[in-house]
């Protein structure tokens, strides 16, 4: 009788029970992987969000020839006839400019409209400085924006009031 070479039931055993350790382990850390990129991915849509909201408020400051409350949480910028707009809520800020419509989800608190830093809460009135406070990973970071006015329009507009 002519003996097989073969592998023993231990062996096959062994064999298998040492594939799902490996196939375990990679399992392991494909998850935590996982994991790590999801909260990369978080945080750098969040840090985009903060970035790209400041380059937009301050550049729309800057360029403005006026900001105007239109409530205590909403304010219009005025350039060369056009209008930008912004909402802020607790939970996202809007811009509106040209009928195209920008939402950043950012948790938002304490925003305030100032006008010589007094805080602005009717419509209509001049604004020359926005402030609010985000939350990210429970820090507070707050942001303020400021517009540097000429005194020629506060000029005429108080010579046209009289």
Partial sequence: MKKLKAFTIIELTVITLLSGIVISIAYFVFFILQKQYNSYDKTSKYQLEITTLSRLLTEDFQHADSVVSTSEKAFEMFKNGKITSYQVEPLYITRNKSEVTDTFHLLTQNSTLLLDEVAVTVPG??????????IYHQKTLPFRFHKKYAVAPFICKEHHNQ
């Fill in 125 to 134: 009135i001049w604004v020359d400085e926005l402030q609010f406070e985000t």
